[in-house]
C-alpha cells in the first residue's frame, strides 16, 4: 500500500482523507491517505524528511503553507511567486513543493460562472491560501483587496493588503474568506456580520467543513449567491495526484466531486430535492421518499401558496417575475429546514441562487424521464402555461442539460417502489 498524507494542525477537521481516499477507489489505484498532525510547536523542529518517510507525497494545509517551503529541497516556480506550497512530491526522499490551490480556485470561479475581469476581490485572511487566490486574480479582477490582522508584516503582490477596521467601507463583487473561522467544530463562528455581508454579490467560504457554514447562512438570509469551498479542495486534491501519479488529472475531478459532495451535502441540512420536467413524477417520487424515510414531504409549489397567501395562478397572473420571486423565497425559507423531502417546481433549478441555495442544505436529484414518455403520458390542456407540443419539446430542450449539469444525481424513471429504494440506499 503506497502512502499519502496531509500535513496540518489540528486536522479533524480535514476531509482530504476521503478526497484522496475515494479517488484510490474509484480508479482501484493501490494508496492510501492519511491525516499527519503536527502542533505549532512541534514544527519549529520538525526534520520533514523524517516527517514523510514512507510517503510519496502528502498535502499541506494551515498553518504551514508558507512556513514548510524553506524545509524543501525544491519548489516549482509557481510557489516561488505565490510563496505556499499545498503539495510535496517525495522522490527518492528529495522533497519538492507545488501549489495546486491556485489552479483549484481557478477551477471553483469556473464552475460557478464567476469571471474575474472588472470585478473587485475582496480576500480575508492572508495566509497560504489567500496567495494563491491573489495569484490567480492578479492579471484578471479590477482590484484585490486582502484584509489582514497584521498589515506591516503581510505583504502580497498584486492586492493591497488592509486591516479590518477598513472592512466597512469597501464595497466589491465577491468576499471570499481563507481563514479558518466557521470550521468544523466552531461551527457557530462567522468572520463578519451581514453590515459586511451586504456589499457583495458573491460570498465565497473556502471553509468545506461544514459546507453550509455560518457565512453560508447569513448570505443565504440575504439573497446572495453563496459557494462553499468544497469543489477547490476536490479540484486541489485531484490536482495532486497528477504530481504523484505523473499523469494529468483533470477529467477525474468532477467524478470525485460528485461523489463527495453527496456525501457532505447530505451532512448539511439533510434536505433532497427533487427536479426534472412536468410529467416524470416528482411529487409521487417525493411523496414514496417520505414514507420510506419517514421525513417531511414539501411540494414547492404547495409551500409557496402557503407562504404567499396566494394561488398559484394569481401569482402567475401577476407575472412571470412575481412567482419566480416568491419560488426563491421559498427555497431560501426550506434550506434552514432540516432533513425535508421537496419536489420542485420544473423551472425552479433555472434560477443560479436557487441551486446554490440548495446545495447547500441537501442534495439535488433528476428524476430522468425521456421526452417521448413524458409526451405520451402528459394532459397537456391541465397545463396552461404550455402551448402545445412543439412548446413542451423546446422546453424539454432547453432545461434538460441544465438539469444534468446541476443535478448531484440522475435517477432514470422507472418503477416507484425501486427508484425510491435505490435513492434510500444512498441516503442511508
Not at 126 to 150: M, P, Q
Not at 275 to 285: F, I, N, Q, R, S
Request: charged residues 25%; glycine residues 8%; aromatic residues 8%.
Amino acid at each position: 500500500m503506497i502512502k499519502y498524507g496531509v500535513i496540518g494542525n489540528n486536522l479533524e477537521h480535514s476531509l482530504a482523507p476521503e478526497v484522496h481516499n475515494m479517488f484510490f477507489n474509484i480508479y482501484s489505484l493501490d494508496g492510501d491517505f492519511e491525516k499527519v498532525n503536527v502542533s505549532v510547536e512541534e514544527f519549529n523542529n520538525v526534520d520533514i524528511h523524517d516527517l514523510l518517510i514512507g510517503f510519496k507525497g502528502a498535502n499541506v494545509s494551515s498553518p504551514y503553507k508558507v512556513r514548510i517551503i524553506s524545509l524543501l529541497d525544491q519548489v516549482s516556480d509557481e510557489v516561488r511567486a505565490i510563496g505556499s506550497v499545498n503539495t510535496i512530491n517525495n522522490i527518492n526522499g528529495k522533497l519538492i513543493g507545488y501549489n495546486t490551490d491556485a489552479e483549484g480556485f481557478k477551477e471553483l470561479l469556473s464552475r460557478n460562472g464567476i469571471k474575474p475581469r472588472n470585478k473587485v476581490f475582496v480576500i480575508m485572511g492572508s495566509g497560504g491560501t489567500a496567495r494563491s487566490v491573489v495569484y490567480y486574480l492578479k492579471d484578471k479582477a479590477k482590484e484585490i483587496y486582502v484584509v489582514a490582522r497584521n498589515i506591516d508584516k503581510d505583504t502580497i503582490e498584486g492586492a493591497k493588503v488592509i486591516d479590518y477596521d477598513q472592512l466597512p467601507f469597501l464595497r466589491g463583487d465577491v468576499l471570499i474568506n481563507t481563514t479558518p473561522v466557521g470550521m468544523y467544530p466552531n461551527v457557530d463562528k462567522c468572520i463578519v456580520d451581514k453590515s459586511i455581508v451586504e456589499n457583495y454579490e458573491y460570498i465565497i467560504d473556502l471553509v468545506y467543513n461544514p459546507i453550509f457554514t455560518k457565512l453560508m447562512q447569513i448570505g443565504v438570509k440575504m439573497g446572495k449567491k453563496c459557494i462553499p469551498g468544497l469543489y477547490m479542495l476536490v479540484s486541489q486534491g485531484i490536482t495532486s495526484q497528477g504530481y504523484w501519479q505523473g499523469i494529468k488529472m483533470d477529467s477525474m475531478i468532477s467524478r470525485v466531486y460528485k461523489e463527495i459532495s453527496i456525501i457532505e451535502q447530505k451532512k448539511a441540512h439533510g434536505n433532497v430535492y427533487i427536479t426534472g420536467m412536468m410529467g416524470c413524477g416528482k411529487t409521487e417520487l417525493g411523496k414514496s421518499l417520505s414514507k420510506a424515510l419517514n421525513r417531511e414531504f414539501i411540494d414547492l409549489d404547495e409551500y409557496i401558496e402557503k407562504i404567499s397567501k396566494k394561488k398559484l395562478s394569481e401569482l402567475l397572473a401577476e407575472g412571470q417575475e412575481v412567482f419566480r420571486e416568491w419560488e426563491t423565497k421559498a427555497i431560501q425559507k426550506i434550506a434552514f429546514m432540516k432533513d425535508k423531502i421537496v419536489a420542485l417546481g420544473g423551472g425552479a433549478v433555472l434560477n443560479e441562487y436557487n441551486v446554490l441555495t440548495m446545495k447547500l442544505s441537501g442534495i439535488l436529484i433528476l428524476r430522468d424521464r425521456s421526452l417521448d414518455r413524458i409526451l405520451s403520458s402528459i394532459d397537456l390542456d391541465a397545463h396552461p402555461s404550455i402551448k402545445g407540443k412543439e412548446d413542451l419539446i423546446q422546453m424539454y430542450n432547453e432545461r434538460y442539460p441544465i438539469y444534468l449539469r446541476i443535478c448531484d444525481w440522475a435517477v432514470p424513471y422507472g418503477e416507484l417502489d425501486l427508484d425510491t429504494k435505490k435513492i434510500v440506499e444512498v441516503l442511508k
